[in-house]
């Protein structure tokens, strides 16, 4: 079963590599030790015959073979070898039968060779009392087609397989120790290096869970701090967002708070009789705006959550930058003359400003831009509507649009916070504006895949605008770059 924890992986890993090592290491040292016990078997059979060779030879020569080969085996057996003659054949035939059918085991002896040569080795022998593996050494006695005994062989039988295991039987508890004295300190700190940054990780999640975010320390293997980086990252920023979000709540109560305690205490008044009269009606007007207020706050933030959804989508048209803004300047061009604001426009003088966009939501952006700036202009003050072409990362062909004012400017360190919802220059919120005319210009610049910008002007006002491709070019990694809201 595999265990559910990485730690507990990461061990069973080590465990398993140990134990392949083990096998390795046991299945080579079975493999060398049975070979130095064969080769030291072998060794032992061929002093035997060197020693014994002599009387079989001189028994050869006084026709006393069969004798002394029986003498001969019954002092060697007292070892636990054999000896056996081998016919013309070159097979063992056991002595007691004469040298007649009862041959058997493979050819020992080939026709070849030599009187005199040594053939060494293990054979298989199943037949005449014989069953199992045995190591052997031969001596040639006769040349090919010479009557009697071909050669004589010393057998034993071959234990090299059980010295062999009990010589690993004996080392491997020694490896294991060692072993598990090396891995076993390896495996811990291998897993403690990976397992100890994740759990410290997974217990900053539950604190970001619970509203604390904390920055931790980069540890472990590349991977890791990798993974702790980008937690990092994702932390800041989530602690970021809920400040946001928190200003953006208080805002939020504030700007509902005042239209709603307007409407709550000429409500009162027209209920209790305090107001009649024109003073009745002043106040129902009173309500009235101040719903007004309410509706076109609650229908901005609508906007904003639906161009971000991508619910309301842009509609792209054809349309030339200088018409539009001309066409803006006039739809306001009243409005700056009773705030006697000095209204203009200008295009770059022979520059193609034909672009695709979307006419509503183009009008709606230099609509809210040019709102801004008459509610800071003083009287005799200047707005100026530009419009020319430019460009965005990547070499894209855009257009910008900027309204300059000569107002007050922006306030140190607000250009950045310009577009976010529900932010104003002014800190007593004291204007009639929602906040959110400047957020709803960046998310319709960014649905067309633009951006927006903001500063100050010198000797005073501001410039507030955005730019846009000239053919509407959505994109993520462009959107991520503006300011949050």
Do not use: C
């Not at 904390?214 to 937690?231: N, Y």
């Not at 705006?289 to 054809?318: D, H, K, N, T, W």
């Amino acid at each position: 079963m595999i265990p559910r924890s990485l730690g507990g992986r990461l061990l069973g890993a080590f465990a398993l590599l140990a134990l392949a090592i083990v096998l390795g290491v046991g299945g080579a040292l079975f493999v060398v030790l049975r070979g130095l016990h064969e080769d030291e078997a072998l060794g032992s059979l061929s002093d035997v015959a060197s020693g014994v060779l002599p009387q079989v030879r001189e028994a050869i020569g006084s026709g006393q073979l069969r004798g002394t080969v029986l003498e001969v085996r019954d002092q060697l057996a007292t070892n636990g070898i054999d000896l056996l003659l081998i016919g013309a054949d070159g097979r063992l035939r056991p002595i007691g039968n004469g040298l007649k059918p009862d041959a058997f085991g493979p050819v020992l002896v080939t026709q070849d060779a030599l009187p005199g040569t040594e053939i060494r080795g293990t054979v298989r022998l199943n037949g005449s009392g014989y069953d199992g593996s045995y190591a052997y050494v031969a001596t040639a006695l006769r040349r090919v087609g010479a009557s009697g005994p071909r050669a004589v062989a010393f057998v034993q039988q071959d234990r090299s397989a059980a010295l062999a295991l009990g010589d690993v039987g004996r080392t491997i508890p020694v490896v294991i120790g060692v072993i598990l004295l090396i891995a076993t300190p390896l495996a811990l700190a291998l897993s403690r290096s990976v397992t100890r940054p994740l759990r410290r990780m997974a217990d900053a999640t539950s604190e970001i869970a619970a509203g604390r975010a904390t920055a931790l320390p980069l540890e472990g293997p590349a991977e890791v701090r990798e993974l702790t980086g980008t937690f990092n990252a994702m932390a800041g920023e989530l602690e970021a967002t809920r400040v946001r979000e928190s200003e953006l709540l208080a805002n939020l109560r504030h700007d509902l708070r005042t239209p709603l305690t307007v409407i709550a205490g000429f409500a009162t008044a027209l209920r209790d009789g305090t107001a009649h009269g024109e003073s009745a009606e002043a106040a129902a007007k009173a309500i009235e705006e101040e719903a007004g207020r309410l509706e076109r706050l609650v229908s901005e933030v609508g906007a904003i959550e639906r161009i971000r959804s991508g619910e309301e989508q842009i509609r792209p048209e054809m349309l030339d930058a200088g018409s539009v803004i001309s066409e803006t300047a006039t739809r306001f061009r009243a409005r700056a003359a009773g705030a006697e604001v000095e209204l203009a426009t200008v295009a770059a003088p022979g520059a193609a400003l034909t672009m695709a966009a979307d006419r509503l939501a183009l009008d709606r952006m230099l609509g809210n831009l040019v709102e801004n700036a008459l509610a800071v202009t003083p009287s005799g003050g200047h707005i100026v509507i530009q419009a020319g072409p430019s460009s965005l990362p990547g070499g894209i062909d855009a257009v910008h649009f900027d309204v300059i004012d000569d107002g007050p400017g922006l306030p140190e360190g607000a250009a950045n916070r310009a577009f976010e919802r529900f932010w104003r220059a002014d800190p007593a919120r004291s204007g009639t504006g929602s906040g959110l005319g400047l957020a709803i210009v960046r998310e319709l610049a960014m649905a067309h895949g633009g951006v927006v910008h903001a500063e100050n002007q010198l000797p005073h006002g501001a410039r507030v605008g955005f730019t846009l491709p000239k053919v509407p070019w959505p994109d993520p990694t462009r959107r991520s770059a503006q300011p949050a809201s």
